[in-house]
Antibody, heavy 121, light 107 residues
Framework: EVQLLESGGGLVQPGGSLRVSCAAS????????MTWVRQAPGKGLEWVSS????????YYADSVKGRFTISRDNSKNTLYLQMNSLRAEDTALYYC??????????????WGQGTLVTVSS | DIQLTQSPSFLSASVGDRVTITCRAS??????LAWYQQKPGKAPKLLIY???TLQSGVPSRFSGSGSGTEFTLTISSLQPEDFATYYC?????????FGQGTKVEIK
């Protein structure tokens, strides 16, 4: 059974930094691209960033480019999102998700339960 | 970047009703579209991928159609457990985007 467990969320001041993590189990982690999606309180879903299985390629939403860094440690089966220069509008529940590439393109079946990041003074 | 516009944003319906939600893409995305259901306090749940392929375990009252720029999610007979918010997402190329969501409430 695929399990994705996010951690590391919390309260941080504007301009501060935070790193959230996603511990994966139940599948061969290095074989799958991974994605971060966020959801501000009471708002819709926003794709944040994705990374290939090897970690060799990364992709970012314009809203976080240059401030956030996605990475992974395949030896630890863990995905990370380093968030710098945080703004109030980064306040959200951050989900990690597993990407499956197949004949139909990418499919996202498995999601974690999210970790809440609050940016406030 | 590709924008997705869902309509309606809010829908009030009764148990047993047929419900249709539309998702329009600002440019062609072939069939690289997914539909999710989200209930309060829960992660999104995949319903449909590749525009029309039903995810395993999802009831057959859910169906998806479309390609290119116009897509629909249909619930043939709304059940009490279907009251939720529904999102489309394109996975054609980066950056991926989601529609703004459609909240389905009980009439």
């Amino acid at each position: 059974e695929v399990q994705l467990l996010e951690s590391g969320g919390g309260l941080v001041q504007p301009g501060g930094s935070l790193r959230v993590s996603c511990a994966a189990s139940g599948f061969t982690f290095s074989s799958y691209a991974m994605t971060w999606v966020r959801q501000a309180p009471g708002k819709g879903l926003e794709w944040v960033s994705s990374i290939t299985g090897s970690g060799g390629s990364t992709y970012y939403a314009d809203s976080v480019k240059g401030r956030f860094t996605i990475s992974r440690d395949n030896s630890k089966n863990t995905l990370y999102l380093q968030m710098n220069s945080l703004r109030a509008e980064d306040t959200a529940l951050y989900y990690c998700a597993k990407d499956e590439l197949g004949f139909f393109g990418v499919v996202i079946r498995d999601w974690g339960q999210g970790t809440l990041v609050t940016v406030s003074s | 970047d590709i924008q997705l516009t869902q309509s309606p944003s809010f829908l009030s319906a009764s148990v047993g009703d047929r419900v249709t939600i539309t998702c329009r893409a600002s440019q062609g995305i072939s069939s690289y579209l997914a539909w999710y259901q989200q209930k309060p306090g829960k992660a999104p749940k995949l319903l449909i991928y590749a525009a029309s392929t039903l995810q395993s375990g999802v009831p057959s009252r859910f169906s998806g159609s479309g390609s290119g720029t116009e897509f629909t999610l249909t619930i043939s007979s709304l059940q009490p457990e279907d009251f939720a918010t529904y999102y489309c997402q394109h996975l054609n190329n980066y950056p991926w985007t989601f529609g703004q969501g459609t909240k389905v409430e009980i009439k």
